[in-house]
C-alpha cells in the first residue's frame, strides 16, 4: 500500500496550553553518571536575566530542563538574526536553546559537551539542530542550539498518544535521514531514543543529543573515557551489542536498532524504559528483541512491520546495513512496490557452495585478497552469478558493493553497455553505498561464472576501516576513475 511522507500527513498537535518544554532531554539513564563536582545542581547555574557571552550575548529566559551533564535554557540572542528558524546564518534567531555545563573544572562533563559540538559542527541536515555558538574556555561552558518550541517525542507522548503509520514512516524517515547524514560524517549517535527526539513544529523530527556519539569504528578508548561509560545508551532503547558491551561490535547498525526501537515504542504505545518485561534476549531462542508489531497491534501494516522488525535483530548482522539502505526501502513502498522489488544480491549470499569458494580463493592472484578471502567467516560474503544474470540493478534501493574476484561485469546505463570489468579486486558500487546516492547504473555478468563478494554499508565500512590498504585501493581505484572520466560508472 503506497503511502506519502508529506508533513500534512504527519502533523503531530499539542492540545493548545500543554506545550513540551524540554528541547533536549539529558537522561540520567543515558549514562548513569554525574559530575565528578558531586552532581548537576552542586554548582550555581545561571538565573533568568543573566547574560552568557560567546560570539554573541545570551539572555536567560527560563529553565527548560536538566540532566546528568548539565541544564538546558531558552535563551534571547541579543543580536538576533531577523530571519526565523532554520536558516543556517552566522547570526543566530532571536530564541535559541542553550545547554550549560557549569563551571570548566568538571572536565569529564566538559569531554561531553566537546564531543556533541564535534558532531554538530561535522554534520549538516534538516534533520539535525543547528549548532550556532559556543563557548569552553569562560567560566561557565555552553553551547548554542536551535530552539523547538514543540519539545521532545517523550515529553509530547502522554498527549499524543499512540503513532499511526503515516506518523510512524515520517518518523523513521526522519531519524534514518539523520543518521544518514551522521554516518556520512562517520559519527554513531549511541542514544536515539524518544527523549532525544526533538518536535520540528512541521510534522517532522529532528535528532538530538549527540553527548555520546563517538566515531564509527572506533573502539579503543570509547567505554571508558576517564571514567565515564560512554557509548552505552538508554536501557529499553539501547542495542543488544550496547547491552553487553560489546563494543568492536557498534557500528551502523547499533544506530538501527535505536530507530526501530523509538519507532516500535511510538506505534505499540508501550515506553522501553518502565517495561523492560517485553525485551527478549537470544539466549531464549529470539531472532528479533522485542515482540512483533502485529502481536501487538493486530492491524500493523506488513511493510512497517518488515522494516521495523528488520531494525531490531538481535544479531546486527542481520539488520539493513545502513541508513541509506532502509531509506531505500522506505520509498519502495511509498511508491507501492514491495520490499522483495529490491535487489536479488543480498537473497543470493547463502547460495554458495563451500567447496567452490575455496577453490576461488586459491585462484586468487593478488595475495591481499588472497589473504583477506582466508579470514574465518569471510565465505559468507562470497556468491556466483551466471553469464546474463543482473548484480544490481540501477535506482535508489540499490546500496551494495560488489568485490570482483573472477569473470567480468557489464556496466550499463539505459540498456547501453559502458565499460565492462574484469580486474580482480574492483570494488564496484562504492560510492553509492557510502553516500545513499542512487546508483545510476546496471552491473550484469558477462562472461559466466562471476564470482564477488558483496557488502552492505557496514561491512564495507568495516572490511576498509580494518585492512588500511584496501581503504588506501579503494581511494586511489575512485581517484582514478574520476580522473579518466569523472562520468563513467555513475556509481
Known sequence: MAFSLSPENTQIRIPQGETA????????????????????????????????????????????????????????????????????????????????????????????????????????????????????????????????????????????????EQQ????????????????????????????????????GFVLTDFGVSHSSRMSQGLLNQGGIPVGLGTHGYRAPEQDSCKVHSFDLRTDLWGVGATAWALYTGIDLTKRRDVLRRVEDGNVYGLQRLSDVRINCPPPLE???????????ALRPGGASEVLGQIRTVAQGFGLDSQTVASARRESAEPGEVQQVIHSLVDPLWASICRTPGFERYFVRFEEGETLSCAGPSAHQTFLLLKGAVAIEREGKQMDVERRE????????????????????????????????????????????SVAVRMIRSMARRLVESPDRHGL
Open 21 to 164: 518544554t524540554a528541547i533536549a532531554n539529558w537522561s540520567d539513564d543515558s549514562t548513569q553518571t554525574t559530575l565528578a563536582s558531586g552532581g548537576p545542581e552542586s554548582e550555581p547555574r545561571p538565573q533568568a536575566g543573566d547574560i552568557l557571552h560567546g560570539r554573541f550575548s545570551y539572555r536567560i529566559v527560563s529553565k527548560l530542563g536538566r540532566g546528568a551533564f548539565g541544564s538546558v535554557y531558552l535563551a534571547e540572542c541579543l543580536e538576533s538574526s531577523p530571519l526565523g528558524r532554520r536558516t543556517r546564518m552566522d547570526v543566530p534567531p532571536s530564541q535559541v536553546a542553550i545547554k550549560v555545563l557549569g563551571p570548566t573544572r568538571s572536565e569529564k562533563a566538559k569531554s561531553f559537551l566537546k564531543r556533541e559540538l564535534a558532531a554538530l559542527l561535522a554534520i549538516q541536515a534538516p534533520q539535525i539542530p543547528i549548532l550556532y555558538d559556543w563557548s569552553l574556555e569562560n567560566d561557565v561552558a555552553f553551547s548554542v542550539v536551535e530552539y523547538f518550541p514543540s519539545g521532545s517525542l517523550a515529553d509530547a507522548w502522554p498527549l499524543i498518544g499512540r503513532f499511526d
Open 168 to 203: 510512524c514512516w515520517r518518523l523513521i524517515s526522519d531519524l534514518l535521514s539523520a543518521l544518514s547524514a551522521a554516518h556520512r560524517a562517520s559519527i554513531l549517535h549511541l542514544d536515539v531514543k524518544p527523549s532525544n527526539v526533538l518536535l520540528d513544529g512541521d510534522g
Open 306 to 316: 518488515e522494516v521495523i522488525m528488520g531494525l531490531l535483530h538481535i544479531d546486527p
Open 425 to 468: 579486486g574492483t570494488l564496484m558500487g562504492a560510492v553509492s553505498a557510502l553516500t545513499g546516492a542512487p546508483r545510476r547504473v546496471q552491473m550484469r555478468a558477462l562472461d559466466g561464472p562471476v564470482w564477488v563478494c558483496i557488502f552492505n554499508e557496514a561491512e564495507l565500512e568495516q572490511l576498509v576501516t580494518c585492512n588500511s
